[in-house]
């Protein structure tokens, strides 16, 4: 049972270059999310998916975009990177969105 | 003011000593409570969810005070194992309904 599975798990580009981030989960949750994690900031919601076909902005949206693709896969797009991305995101799944989250193994991007 | 604070640590405590971790929150309207752990470079996961009247699960005892807005995890016989960053995690009933975390409490347990 793999969980959450988030590709990649590193990354560099340069400033401008775009990227997607690829997660899926297989535990027929309905609700998926995306969080970056900062050194002394905790995790911090970007964008998270109640349901299939839905999608709603987090705390810290801004240069994002999300696409739920079905009900396993929630993928995270940067059109623009910047170095201010530099971040570590970790995907996340859970069966309601008062529930227990199940993360990824996070994926380490750095924008230079 | 950040809504959820944690006091960064790092603790440092030997092995067998009892240690506990305070987590204050700034919406009265919090319903739901959690502790997650997560170790160096590896993901959260969840350590146990906190009820209104406290709860206990072996070594790890969570609390919750609604009037002073701050729920603690104390843990007993700290075990090396226990060396981790412990994240409080807090649900806000309206809008968005969604976790907030702190930015998680590390602990050090040595020999």
């Known amino acids: 049972n793999a969980g959450v599975t988030q590709t990649p798990k590193f990354q560099v580009l340069k400033t401008g270059q775009s990227m997607t981030l690829q997660c899926a989960q297989d535990?027929?949750?309905?609700?998926m999310y995306w969080y970056r994690q900062d050194p002394g900031m905790g995790l911090r919601l970007i964008y998270y998916?109640?349901?299939?076909?839905?999608?709603d902005k987090g705390e810290v949206p801004n240069g994002y975009n999300v696409s739920r693709l079905n009900k396993r896969e929630f993928s995270l797009r940067l059109e623009s990177a910047a170095p201010s991305q530099t971040s570590v995101y970790f995907c996340?799944?859970?069966?309601?969105?008062?529930?227990?989250?199940?993360f990824g193994e996070g994926s380490r991007l750095t924008v230079l | 003011r950040k809504e959820v604070e944690q006091d960064p640590g790092p603790f440092n405590v030997p092995e067998g000593a009892t240690v506990a971790f305070n987590c204050t929150y700034s919406?009265?309207?919090?319903?739901?409570f959690f502790w997650y752990r997560q170790d160096c470079r590896k993901e959260p996961k969840l350590l146990m969810s906190?009820?209104?009247s406290g709860n206990e699960d072996g070594r790890f005892t969570a609390q919750l005070n609604r009037a002073s807005q701050y729920i603690s995890l104390l843990i007993r016989d700290s075990k090396l194992s226990d060396s981790a960053t412990y994240l409080c995690?807090?649900?806000?009933?309206?809008?968005?309904?969604?976790?907030?975390f702190g930015g998680g409490t590390r602990l050090m347990v040595k020999p």
């Open positions: 996340a799944s859970s069966e309601t969105r008062t529930g227990e989250l199940f």
């Open positions: 535990m027929n949750h309905n609700s």
């Open positions: 998916s109640a349901s299939e076909g839905t999608t």
């Open positions: 919406n009265s309207a919090s319903q739901s």
């Open positions: 906190v009820y209104s």
């Open positions: 995690v807090v649900n806000e009933r309206g809008a968005g309904n969604m976790l907030t």
